[in-house]
């Protein structure tokens, strides 16, 4: 019998989660809302997230961005470090995608075996499994 399948989300995803979730697919908020699901979140996505509010460009996390780590918490989702071998795997692709933090989500789900929540349609290019 094999584990139940954990899950990685996209930037947008975990956004949506937040301050849209209507935005969000029905599967992809039945597993959200899901305690026994196991949902991690990339230090990719929390330094993509970072780095577009202090450009300005995300300023509905003015109060979040203090406290990420404790809202990932309160929501139960994993943190998810990036290693050496998600770096080369991203950097290893043929895909044109040109999005560093997308390249790194595909390579973690890829050697994670995790399944990608995203509703970005380019990383179904990439050798992972996404779902939306």
Same mark, same amino acid.
Do not use: N
């Given at each position: 019998?094999?584990?139940?399948?954990?899950?990685?989300?996209?930037?947008?995803?975990?956004? %949506?989660? %937040?301050?849209?979730?209507?935005?969000?697919?029905?599967?992809?908020?039945?597993?959200?809302?899901?305690?026994?699901?196991?949902?991690?979140?990339?230090?990719?996505?929390?330094?993509?997230?970072?780095?577009?509010?202090?450009?300005?460009?995300?300023?509905?996390?003015?109060?979040?961005?203090?406290?990420?780590?404790?809202?990932?918490?309160?929501?139960?989702?994993?943190?998810?470090?990036?290693?050496?071998?998600?770096?080369?795997?991203?950097?290893?692709? @043929?895909?044109?995608? @040109?999005?560093?933090?997308?390249?790194?989500?595909?390579?973690?789900?890829?050697?994670?075996?995790?399944?990608?929540?995203?509703?970005?349609?380019?990383?179904?290019?990439?050798?992972?499994?996404?779902? %939306?």
């Amino acid at each position: 019998m094999s584990a139940p399948p954990a899950y990685l989300l996209d930037s947008h995803v975990l956004l %949506w989660w %937040w301050f849209d979730p209507e935005r969000l697919s029905a599967p992809v908020q039945a597993l959200l809302i899901d305690p026994g699901t196991a949902i991690l979140v990339s230090a990719a996505s929390v330094w993509e997230l970072s780095l577009k509010h202090h450009q300005g460009k995300l300023p509905e996390l003015d109060t979040a961005i203090a406290d990420l780590p404790g809202l990932l918490q309160a929501d139960g989702f994993q943190s998810l470090p990036i290693a050496l071998a998600h770096g080369l795997r991203a950097g290893a692709y @043929r895909q044109p995608l @040109r999005d560093p933090f997308d390249r790194m989500l595909a390579a973690q789900a890829e050697l994670e075996r995790l399944v990608l929540l995203t509703a970005d349609p380019a990383l179904a290019a990439f050798p992972c499994q996404t779902l %939306w």
